[in-house]
């Protein structure tokens, strides 16, 4: 068995407790003294540093929001100077205005430390050449697993999204042995490779994928590995955290979550306390250790659960259950998170389309389509084609401008689409991952 950093990986539990208690302690202590917004939170939850006791005592600070972060849009949530910031991730927001993340040396280092911990879990060494097919850029997907990789030793492929083909034909004449994608992009890659009558399994070398960026199941864990002779690993993360960084072992049997990193706890989203182990509820997360942006009980919205019992590969840290579902209204597209409410934002901008619409989103030839259906305002109603061409032009032009992706619109005639007099539906998510 293979561990990155066996002395912390795996680690007696009750020792990582002690270990934990004091790196939050010293974390609560020194946000409280030096960042106002962590202070002003504290104080009105009327908590101070020296309340924080035992670990349990985390449930007495408050709970941050992505609305946080936007509220402190660009950087007034950093603790540290912008000269120590070495790097900058941005991620789509809500209403248009991103969430912005800084990274400190010490920050990058242990992102690159905790995928290289993943990696090493699951087999890849320096013999490796690992194909990076996440998007590189603001997206933290392609540079994460790039870094990650690299400290293990293996050697890079970063082909970054998209030129399939040709991603297929490298894959082939550099001997990629992994690859890191959203599971999406793997099946679409299958596909292509099919036609162009390229059997993966046995006219390449590929033996590991790391899936993750947007939900996926065991059936496309079964598809992909049934068609290709893969193993497939859930690889897990959020840009607040850093980006991609936590994955299963080979066990497969939940993700670890290195405990000097990342603090977790599950909580009924309603009620907002601890549900047991084992229990479904919101991940909650707190960064033990990160500098220029730190995070302190950060709700995630996703849904998962914690598991216990100890994993067969040695490591003792907490492991989290695949991520099944979210709890809030965010829809992974291609691997770009789309709000419904970004897109109503962005209708509102155009003169000649109302803020009725529906969006419709498909699974065609393993890729994920966004329809987007819009009513137009009465006014702006025509039967001549070519003005309503211009303003279905103008639509997906903005829509690709606020979204980053293409959207395919259809509008519709004023009154026409559905309306709702509780709870509005606006997205009917076709996709099957079955
Ligand atoms: O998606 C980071 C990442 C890149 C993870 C590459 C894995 C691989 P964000 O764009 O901030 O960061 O989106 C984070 O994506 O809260 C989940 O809802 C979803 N997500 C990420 N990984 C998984 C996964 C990156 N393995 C959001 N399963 C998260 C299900 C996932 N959902």
């Known amino acids: 068995m293979a561990y990155w950093n066996k002395e912390i990986e795996c680690m007696p539990p009750e020792r990582i407790?002690?270990?934990?208690?004091?790196?939050?302690?010293?974390?609560?202590?020194?946000?409280?003294?030096?960042?106002?917004?962590y202070r002003n939170k504290?104080?009105?939850?009327?908590?101070?540093?020296?309340?924080?006791?035992?670990?349990?005592?985390?449930?007495?600070?408050?709970?941050?929001?992505?609305?946080?972060?936007?509220?402190?849009?660009?950087?007034?949530?950093?603790?540290?100077?912008?000269?120590?910031?070495?790097?900058?991730?941005?991620?789509?927001?809500?209403?248009?205005?991103?969430?912005?993340?800084?990274?400190?040396?010490?920050?990058?280092?242990?992102?690159?430390?905790?995928?290289?911990?993943?990696?090493?879990?699951?087999?890849?060494?320096?013999?490796?050449?690992?194909?990076?097919?996440?998007?590189?850029?603001?997206?933290?997907?392609?540079?994460?697993?790039?870094?990650?990789?690299?400290?293990v030793g293996a050697t890079v492929l970063p082909t970054g999204t998209g030129n399939t083909e040709r991603q297929i034909e490298l894959m082939q004449d550099l001997g990629v042995t992994a690859i890191a994608c959203t599971p999406s992009y793997l099946i679409h890659m299958i596909d292509v490779a099919r036609e162009k009558g390229v059997d993966i399994r046995k006219d390449t070398k590929l033996k590991r994928a790391f899936l993750g960026a947007e939900p996926w199941t065991e059936g496309m864990r079964k598809h992909i590995e049934d068609a290709t002779g893969i193993k497939a690993y859930d690889i897990y993360g959020m840009s607040e955290m850093a980006g991609p960084m936590y994955t299963e072992c080979e066990e497969r049997n939940g993700?670890?979550?290195?405990?000097?990193?990342?603090?977790?706890?599950?909580?009924?989203?309603?009620?907002?306390?601890?549900?047991?182990?084992?229990?479904?509820?919101?991940?909650v997360v707190t960064m033990l250790r990160k500098e220029a942006f730190p995070l302190?009980?950060?709700?995630?919205?996703?849904?998962?659960?914690?598991?216990l019992e100890p994993?067969?590969?040695?490591?003792?840290?907490?492991?989290?259950?695949?991520?099944?579902?979210?709890?809030?209204?965010?829809?992974?597209?291609?691997?770009i998170n789309v709000f419904p409410s970004q897109v109503e934002h962005t209708l509102l901008q155009i003169p000649e389309v109302?803020?009725?619409?529906?969006?419709?989103?498909?699974?065609?030839?393993?890729?994920?389509?966004?329809?987007?259906?819009?009513?137009?305002?009465?006014?702006?109603?025509?039967?001549?084609?070519?003005?309503?061409?211009?303003?279905?032009?103008?639509?997906?032009?903005?829509?690709k401008k606020y979204l980053n992706i293409a959207v395919k619109v259809e509008l519709?005639?004023?009154?026409?689409l559905p309306r709702f007099e509780g709870k509005s539906k606006r997205v009917i998510d076709r996709r099957t991952y079955e």
Not at 354 to 371: E, G, P
Not at 412 to 416: A, D, L, T
């Open 42 to 151: 504290m104080v009105q939850k009327g908590v101070k540093p020296e309340d924080i006791k035992t670990l349990e005592d985390i449930t007495k600070l408050p709970f941050m929001y992505k609305q946080d972060l936007r509220d402190n849009y660009p950087t007034k949530m950093f603790t540290v100077p912008l000269n120590d910031v070495v790097r900058f991730h941005v991620s789509s927001g809500t209403t248009g205005k991103p969430t912005l993340v800084g990274y400190t040396r010490n920050d990058l280092d242990y992102w690159s430390e905790a995928l290289a911990r993943s990696l090493t879990s699951c087999g890849v060494t320096d013999e490796d050449v690992m194909q990076v097919s996440y998007g590189y850029g603001l997206f933290t997907g392609g540079l994460g697993a790039h870094y990650g990789a690299e400290k």
């Open 412 to 416: 519709k005639e004023p009154g026409s």
């Open 255 to 283: 993700i670890h979550i290195p405990w000097d990193i990342m603090y977790v706890e599950v909580i009924d989203p309603e009620t907002e306390q601890p549900v047991p182990a084992g229990q479904k509820g919101e991940l």
């Open 296 to 307: 302190v009980r950060y709700r995630v919205k996703d849904i998962t659960n914690v598991i």
């Open 311 to 335: 994993c067969k590969c040695g490591r003792t840290s907490v492991r989290i259950a695949r991520i099944t579902g979210r709890t809030d209204d965010m829809l992974i597209i291609r691997g």
């Open 17 to 37: 407790k002690e270990l934990q208690l004091d790196m939050l302690q010293k974390l609560i202590a020194n946000l409280y003294e030096k960042n106002q917004f």
């Open 354 to 399: 109302s803020a009725s619409y529906m969006i419709i989103v498909d699974r065609i030839n393993s890729l994920d389509v966004m329809t987007l259906q819009v009513e137009l305002k009465p006014e702006a109603f025509s039967d001549k084609v070519e003005e309503m061409t211009a303003v279905k032009k103008r639509v997906e032009y903005e829509m």
